[in-house]
């Protein structure tokens, strides 16, 4: 499987396939918020599929998340993802961000940032992630091409590393968004299963892409054989007889299991991120569970 950059990777996933406590209207409650059975953490969502309309109407957009359900979000840093669209959200500072969330009855607990922005500006946007509320901050990729060798996977590990160490020093933990590139083979040996060999668990910790499991990865088998390694999890089904993505409880996931091995694997946060017309159906199901 080639190497897809992020907005390829979700282009196909989003058409083939596609932060812990409210703090604002009352304190998130696992007896009386809508997600108590199964699911003992707020649902959120990512933004990237719904960046759009989030530029466009930052408030607005929030307030309709928070009435399909959802209570958590994940920021993409606009310094980081100026290029793909951010960029007018550069101008809001932390206070008002973390205002403007509350105000819409969710909290911010994680965004993801770009290798460059955490090897130039680390400090500045530690300083942002702790203002504005965030309790944990996500490496998306390294973006390495697609010849990398494993010595270079190997390098980038080695130097999230050092990052890590300065970005729980300063108070906030660092983590490393899965696509499915790391689910690769160099050789015998799987991109991923190296990055966790190499990331130091004091320092890194791992969010895991669900999506994954269209080629044959489960999130529950990598909680249970790797347990307290993780941060987070972004959250996708997928139809075996479709191909396609396809809202939570409808595919091939068995999420019985899973939610039965987050807290093994150490999991924080959970946040849908597939297409806008899943959001719906997916908080529904989270909350049959």
Not at 69 to 84: D, H, I
Not at 172 to 191: A, C, R, S
Not at 230 to 243: C, V
């Amino acid at each position: 499987m080639k190497n897809l950059n992020r907005r390829e990777f979700l282009s196909k996933t989003t058409a083939g396939f596609g932060a812990a406590l409210i703090t604002s209207r009352m304190p998130f409650n696992a007896e009386t918020e809508p997600f108590a059975k199964t699911v003992k953490m707020p649902l959120g969502f990512q933004v990237w599929t719904i960046k759009d309309k989030l530029i466009a109407d930052f408030p607005g957009t929030l307030k309709m998340m928070y009435d399909l359900g959802y209570r958590n979000m994940e920021m993409c840093s606009p310094p980081g993802y100026e290029s793909s669209g951010f960029g007018p959200l550069m101008k809001m500072k932390a206070g008002e961000m973390k205002k403007i969330v509350s105000d819409a009855g969710l909290i911010c607990e994680s965004s993801h940032y770009s290798m460059g922005e955490l090897r130039t500006s680390l400090q500045e946007r530690i300083d942002f992630a702790l203002e504005s509320g965030q309790k944990q901050m996500i490496l998306s990729s390294f973006w390495l091409p697609k010849e990398a060798t494993l010595d270079d996977w190997k390098k980038s590990a080695d130097e999230l590393n050092q990052i890590g160490e300065k970005s729980k020093k300063a108070g906030i933990p660092m983590g490393f968004h899965n696509h499915h590139m790391e689910f690769e083979k160099i050789g015998d040996t799987l991109i991923y299963d190296e990055l966790l060999r190499i990331f130091d668990p004091e320092y890194v910790k791992l969010q895991f892409q669900v999506a994954v499991i269209n080629i044959g990865y489960k999130a529950s088998d990598y909680f249970k054989i790797h347990p307290g390694r993780f941060i987070s999890a972004h959250l996708a089904d997928w139809s075996e007889k479709t191909k396609k993505s396809v809202p939570l409880g409808q595919g091939i996931v068995d999420w019985k299991e899973f939610f039965a091995s987050v807290k093994t694997g150490g999991v924080e946060n959970i946040f849908v991120e597939m297409s806008e017309d899943t959001f719906k159906e997916s908080a529904a199901f989270i909350k049959s569970l």
